[in-house]
């Protein structure tokens, strides 16, 4: 079963200055061999994508864990990064939270090397009504967020992830299969076949995205619900140069449309839609898809008499309390055209593993869950589940625990659940809440809306939740 073969190990290099870094890949070749103790690895994780690779880079920077040896398997081909000067379509809102656990397994520096835009403000606002809300103030000294390339943040973990001695990576090399430890027999470990050979583990950590194969071995339910929707993504110019460090979204009755600061005149846009409008949008000629966008982020959508009305009871009732919101909103800005070749869907849905863990597993990411991109917040949750997971092994190791023995990762779910499950109900509530344009709906966000604009405690208890 542990035939000998060749482990490739990549290692992602990068030479040049801040804004131009260059990378290429050198592979080095070691030899698993049948007899030695190779094929066994104390963790191993399945998905090599930004969660995973994560994970990787923490577990072999945290100093408790500094004997564990780490096996991270990614089912696609090693790519070398080179930045471009075209911003890629993809990027990640990545929160404070996100960005402390990348500066301490040493990722975030390449990321700032490369490129990143902070976002100091939030803009959120209902093409039914006149209800807006705003988050954060572009005057900040602390960006609240950093809108970053994924291909930047994976070269930057990958990167952090190849620096510590105790990570192997292997590309090319799916997780077809894994048999798990069998109760009542001696053995704790967990055995994954693969694309280059089997290996053994005492933890299997399923990193492996919403289609998760780790998942599914370990018998973990995944409650899931197809939006019917797609994200539409592009790489815009503005019609004028901007400060632009505010991220715009307007929520249309058909789905929210979002831009996130790239550059002075570049934002990148995320416009979820159904899925027949998305395919429309996408074979539009440039023209008249920047038309589309314009009239997405611009157009006067008929007025509803209940929503003004209910709305304009609100405003009499905080005035008198002296409780008005700022009066000038800030104007959102236009579109005046589109990076060729820059627009691409995706297909967009909920998951969520009501348990993360059995014996020698445990879920990450989007393995775990699955959230709608309206609030930025997927890869957020994922590298959330990264702290408390490297975390709970550190402890596990102090006090002499097995890796995958259930008392530790039963605090990981515990830990994660608690701030997974509210977060990805309150996603999909706003989703249902926004998805339309019934009078009483429109009428209930409003007022909610705009309370929540009028509010500060509000609205710091929310920006503190999606921060963590
Ligand atoms: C349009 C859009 C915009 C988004 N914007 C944001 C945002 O602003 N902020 C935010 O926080 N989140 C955002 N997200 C969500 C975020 O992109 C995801 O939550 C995140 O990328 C999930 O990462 P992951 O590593 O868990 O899973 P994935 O990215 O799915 O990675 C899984 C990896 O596992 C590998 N794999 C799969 N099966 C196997 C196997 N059997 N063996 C080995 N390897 C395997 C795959 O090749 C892949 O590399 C957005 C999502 C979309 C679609």
New binding site residues.
């Given amino acids: 079963m542990f035939g000998g073969r060749f482990v490739f190990r990549c290692r992602i290099l990068y030479t040049g200055s801040c804004q131009q870094v260059k990378g290429c890949l050198a592979v080095r070749h070691a030899h698993v061999n049948t007899q030695d103790k190779s094929r066994y690895y104390d963790v191993i994780i ?8 994560t994970l990787a880079a923490a577990l072999g920077h945290t100093s408790t864990l500094a004997g564990k040896t780490v096996l991270l ?4 081909p090693c790519c070398s990064f080179q930045l471009q000067p075209r911003y890629s379509n ?6 404070n939270s ?1 960005q402390s656990l990348l500066e301490s397994v040493g990722a975030w520096q390449h990321v700032l090397a490369a490129r990143c835009a902070p976002v100091r403000k939030l803009q959120v606002w209902d093409a039914c009504s006149d209800a807006a809300a705003s988050f954060g103030r572009d005057d900040l000294a602390r960006a609240v967020a950093h ?1 970053v390339e ?1 291909d930047v943040l994976l070269a930057a973990v990958s990167r952090a992830a190849q620096l510590a001695s105790s990570v192997t990576t292997l590309h090319e ?4 299969s894994c048999e798990l430890p069998r109760p009542g027999t001696d053995s704790d470990l967990v055995r994954v076949h ?1 694309d280059h050979g089997s290996f053994a583990c005492s933890l299997l950590v399923g ?8 998942r599914g071995a370990a018998g973990l339910q995944f409650v899931s619900r197809d939006y019917h929707q797609r ?1 539409l ?1 592009a790489t815009l110019q503005l019609s004028e140069p901007t400060e632009n460090v505010v991220a715009w979204q307007r929520f249309l009755p058909s789905g929210p449309i979002a831009l ?1 600061p790239l550059t002075a005149q570049l934002s990148s846009l ?1 416009w979820s839609t159904s899925t027949d409008e998305a395919r429309r949008l996408l074979s539009l000629p440039p023209d008249s898809f920047v038309d589309a966008v314009n009239e997405a982020l611009w157009k006067q959508f008929p007025r509803d008499s209940a929503v003004e009305w209910a709305l304009r009871g609100l405003y009499r009732l905080l005035e008198g309390v002296s409780l008005a919101p700022p009066a000038v909103r800030q104007l959102q800005p236009s579109v005046a055209c589109v990076e060729e070749g820059s627009r691409a869907a ?1 297909p ?1 849905g909920l998951g969520h593993a009501p348990r993360y863990v059995a014996p020698g597993i445990a879920l ?4 775990a869950h ?2 709608h ?1 309206l609030a ?8 959330g589940d990264v702290r408390s997971l490297a975390r709970v092994l550190a402890d596990a190791v102090s006090s002499g625990q097995r890796l995958g023995s259930m008392a530790g990762l039963l605090r990981y779910e515990t830990a994660r659940q608690r701030h997974n499950v509210p977060t990805v109900l309150a996603i999909d509530g706003l989703h249902r809440l926004y998805n339309t344009a019934a009078t009483p709906v429109v009428v209930l966000r409003s007022l909610g809306l705009h309370l929540t604009q009028c509010l500060p405690p509000v609205k710091e208890a929310i920006m503190e939740h999606a921060a963590v």
Wanted: no cysteine.
């Fill in positions: 399945a998905g090599g994508g930004l969660v995973g690779t398997l990614e089912g696609g993809r990027v990640v809102a990545i929160n996100s809108v994924s090399a799916s997780v077809r693969t990193a492996d995205g919403a289609a998760s194969r780790v994200a993504v996130l995320v995706f967009l990450v990411g989007d393995a699955r959230v991109p930025g917040q997927g890869m957020n949750l994922g590298l």
